[in-house]
């Protein structure tokens, strides 16, 4: 079982927004801005999509955005794609016996 | 821009030890402010972080693995390893190295390995 909670799956149509969520504790999410979202198309590594909540590395679409409030982190993607179709990863640092934790992860579907 | 890649047997039996490398290309894994890390990814399963490597050498493992489980750097070869000690199929996993910044995320992946622990 993962330490933070993700939707098992999401799906959208193109064009639409949806946002995934991934709830934590005040010992993770809640308590740090150290939240960090990944991409990963099958067969392919993870890719940071967002880091420390809402900021996005250089080269990845501002259709992506990233918030927090409490113990819960959100990834947005607006204008859906079909190659935005992938495994979402929520990630934040801990105070627990790990530095990182992950959510299980979301399955995006763009219908 | 810098690299990550692993390389390591893709087959172990069980009881007997994994062994990976990282190798760092574009940059050096001496730079300050970084930890390198192994992260593994069962079929079909979600990720696991197993430890992280600092470029003073310190080391920081999952407690959950923490008795089987050594990472240590090269820094002559620029690269760090992994070595996990009496295998099971639970094992069996994708594993990928990766570093981490200030930001306590991690930025840069290898394209990970595939490990199957069988007889």
């Known amino acids: 079982q993962s330490a933070l909670t993700q939707p098992a799956s999401v799906s959208g149509s193109p064009g639409q927004s949806i946002t995934i969520s991934c709830t934590g504790t005040s010992s993770d999410v809640g308590g740090y801005n150290y939240v960090s979202w990944y991409q990963q198309h099958p067969g392919k590594a993870p890719k940071l999509m967002i880091y420390?909540?809402?900021n996005r590395p250089s080269g990845v679409s501002n259709r992506f955005s990233g918030s927090k409030s409490g113990n819960t982190a959100s990834l947005t993607i607006s204008g859906l794609q079909a190659e935005d179709e992938a495994d979402y990863y929520c990630?934040?640092?801990?105070?627990?016996?790990?530095?990182?934790?992950f959510g299980g992860g979301t399955k995006l579907t763009v219908l | 821009q810098l690299q990550l890649q692993e390389s390591g047997s893709g087959l172990v039996k069980p009881s007997q030890t994994l062994s990976l490398t990282c190798a760092v290309s574009?940059?050096?894994?001496?730079?300050?402010?970084?930890?390198w890390s192994w992260i593994r990814q069962p079929p079909g399963k979600g990720l696991e972080w197993i430890g992280y490597i600092y470029h003073s050498g310190s080391t920081y493992y999952n407690p959950s693995l923490k008795s089987r489980v050594t990472i240590s750097v090269d820094r002559s070869k620029n690269q760090f390893s992994l070595k996990l000690s009496s295998v099971t199929a639970a094992d069996t996993a994708v594993y990928y190295c990766?570093?981490?910044?200030?930001?306590?995320?991690?930025?840069?992946w290898g394209q990970g390995t595939m490990v199957t622990v069988s007889s």
């Open positions: 990630s934040s640092y801990t105070s627990s016996s790990t530095p990182w934790v």
């Open positions: 990766a570093r981490a910044g200030n930001s306590d995320a991690f930025d840069i």
């Open positions: 420390e909540v809402s």
């Open positions: 574009g940059g050096s894994i001496s730079s300050g402010g970084y930890s």
